[in-house]
């Protein structure tokens, strides 16, 4: 069956780093767009990275340009999102997503979420 599993979240202080994994498995990860949501206590989830199945080219929210970088390694059927300069906003759950669009169909998949917490 289809999976998604995200691991790398966990308790950081400000200006701190982590890495963001998501395994995918149960379908065809190179011809999926893979992008990184995240969603923060009462508010609404929104897109924080994207990245084509070509790989060739990214798609980052204003708010994490220049601190955040998404990326994908096809043969291991995972997804990135480097994080860096980490600030308390950018505390959320972060969710792993997978899209296709072909033709006039569509498929896409979620994974179950990673907390991440930035804090002294």
């Known amino acids: 069956q289809v999976q998604l599993v995200e691991s790398g979240g966990g308790l950081v202080q400000p200006g701190g780093s982590l890495r963001l994994s998501c395994a995918a498995s149960g379908f065809a990860f190179s011809r999926y767009t893979m992008s990184w949501y995240r969603q923060a206590p009462g508010k609404e989830r929104e897109l924080v990275a994207a990245?084509?199945?070509?790989?060739?080219?990214?798609n980052h929210a204003d708010s994490v340009k220049g601190r955040f970088t998404i990326s994908r390694d096809d043969p291991k059927n995972t997804v990135y999102l480097q994080m860096n300069s980490l600030k308390p906003e950018d505390t959320a759950v972060y969710y792993c997503?997978?899209?296709?669009?072909?033709?006039?169909?569509?498929?896409?998949?979620w994974g179950q979420g990673t907390q991440v917490t930035v804090s002294s």
């Open positions: 990245i084509t199945s070509t790989g060739g080219g990214t």
């Open positions: 997503h997978a899209e296709r669009v072909y033709g006039i169909s569509r498929s896409d998949y």
